[in-house]
């Protein structure tokens, strides 16, 4: 029902439009084409400046509407990002005043030389030095913003500083896997073929340092204030790996591992203390339409206090051991035992 009025109507809009056309084309009939020209020209350059003036204003409205909805205001949570924020106002600025002066001087000269029959229209076909200034200077001005984009874009997916913690982040239909290296630093080897449902990433157990690995779902915990280097992949199309808080955004490519290191700033409590609210976490947003479940793709970066991230890290088990628990040693399987009975005591008994 809604889509057939709203068809209807388009087409009620349609008509009267047509018929308004189509009016005026018989008034002008009436009054003299020459003169209804004069006319319409006129009333054309005066709304050519009204349209200067209140788009000016509407998008300067927007701007104090939405400003606190974006994640400007909140700063950058990195390090590294903060470097992009300048860019990224630098970029505004120069964009932003030269679309301000381009705009009011194309609308302003639509108004100003307006027909006028004692004036002449002066015959400029073509200048080259003209053209040279206009070409050659925003050439230079974007190759200069290009330039410091590259070079922000190098650092982050260059080398990551040695004292890194690195997490394997895994994109796939529909959510993200991290996996850690454990005590060796050292990622396990994989192999798509061994993926099964149980060993779900395809760690080839046979390689001696995946026997340490960690590997948890949804949730990431690093550490505040200590560069992360994040080794990306994709288990079946490209997602892409989104930090808006932190600045930074990699795409994730099945069969070929991307990275990207970043310091972040503040921990979660911080960032809720900063933001004064409660329920704030770092996201992870898939940036790349992947499918139809894509909506649901969000991943959540837990940063905590060094301390707290050790903490964490000392209760996450092996995955080796969860796949081959016979070769988990007894302190393992004893603390497994020891953490069901505890949630066991925690957990309401259902009869
Ligand atoms: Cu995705």
């Excluded at 003299?32 to 409205?61: D, M, P, S, V």
């Amino acid at each position: 029902m809604k889509e057939f009025l709203t068809v209807a109507l388009g087409i009620l809009v349609f008509i009267v439009i047509f018929q308004i056309a189509k009016a005026s084309e018989y008034v002008s009939a009436l009054k003299g084409e020459e003169k209804t020209r004069k006319q319409n020209n006129k009333i054309n350059a005066f709304l050519l400046i009204a349209f200067l003036i209140f788009g000016l204003i509407g998008a300067w409205y927007c701007n104090e509407l939405y400003w606190g909805k974006t994640l400007y205001p909140q700063g950058s949570a990195s390090v590294e990002g903060e470097e992009q924020d300048v860019m990224m106002y630098i970029t505004i600025a120069v964009t932003g005043i030269v679309f301000i002066i381009t705009q009011a001087l194309l609308f302003w000269f639509s108004y100003k030389y307006q027909e006028n029959d004692n004036r002449k229209a002066f015959y400029f076909p073509h200048n080259t030095k003209l053209e040279l200034i206009w070409t050659g200077v925003p050439a230079i001005v974007l190759c200069t913003l290009v330039v410091f984009g590259l070079r922000f874009w190098f650092r982050v997916t260059d080398d990551a500083p040695k004292d890194s913690v690195v997490v394997e982040v895994t994109g796939h239909q529909f959510g993200w896997e991290f996996r850690y290296p454990g005590s060796d630093k050292v990622l396990g080897k994989k192999n798509y073929k061994l993926t099964t449902g149980a060993n779900s990433l395809g760690v080839d157990f046979a390689d001696k340092s995946s026997e340490d690995d960690i590997h948890v779902s949804a949730t990431m915990h690093i550490p505040v204030g200590k560069p992360c280097k994040m080794v990306i992949n994709a288990q079946d199309v490209i997602h892409s790996v989104g930090l808006p808080h932190f600045r930074l955004k990699m795409d994730a490519v099945p069969g070929i591992p991307t990275t990207q290191w970043f310091t972040p700033k503040y921990t979660t409590k911080e960032m809720q203390d900063k933001t004064k609210n409660p329920n704030f976490a770092y996201e992870i947003a898939c940036d790349q339409m992947c499918g139809a479940g894509h909506f649901s793709m969000r991943g959540v970066i837990v940063v905590d206090s060094e301390e707290d991230y050790k903490k964490w890290l000392s209760t996450q088990k092996p995955e080796y051991f969860t796949i081959f628990p016979d070769k988990a040693p007894k302190e393992v399987i004893a603390d497994s035992i020891k953490t069901s009975k505890q949630t066991a005591q925690v957990l309401p008994v259902k009869n």
